[in-house]
């Protein structure tokens, strides 16, 4: 249970917030090919961002594994980019 209440952050972004993203991306892209006659321009800017969001939550969770074996413990604030690129997404998609 100690190991669940100090990796609360880093599941809930893994589990929760990343699939969350890619799967509201997907679905934009899929829908804004699906009924539209031409082209959407954005749809080549989904690939990147895909991969950014994949390359955002490894790279925090990298940063997160280094500090903890360096100070045995880490917190929401190692994390918060991915907060912040989620955000950045979904404000994005409602625009």
């Given at each position: 249970?100690r190991?669940?209440?100090?990796?609360?952050?880093?599941?809930?972004?893994?589990?929760?917030?990343?699939?969350?993203?890619?799967?509201?991306?997907?679905?934009?892209?899929?829908?804004?090919?699906?009924?539209?006659?031409?082209?959407?321009?954005l749809?080549i800017?989904?690939?990147?961002?895909?991969?950014l969001?994949?390359?955002?939550?490894?790279?925090?969770?990298?940063?997160?594994?280094?500090?903890?074996?360096?100070?045995?413990?880490?917190?929401?604030?190692?994390?918060?980019?991915?907060?912040?690129?989620?955000?950045?997404?979904?404000?994005?998609?409602?625009v």
């Amino acid at each position: 249970m100690r190991w669940l209440s100090r990796n609360r952050y880093l599941l809930l972004n893994g589990f929760v917030l990343v699939p969350l993203g890619l799967y509201m991306m997907m679905m934009w892209l899929a829908f804004a090919s699906g009924f539209a006659r031409e082209k959407n321009p954005l749809a080549i800017i989904i690939p990147p961002l895909l991969a950014l969001h994949i390359i955002v939550f490894l790279v925090c969770w990298l940063f997160a594994i280094r500090r903890f074996r360096k100070l045995g413990n880490y917190g929401k604030w190692d994390l918060i980019p991915i907060w912040y690129f989620c955000l950045a997404t979904l404000i994005m998609f409602l625009v």
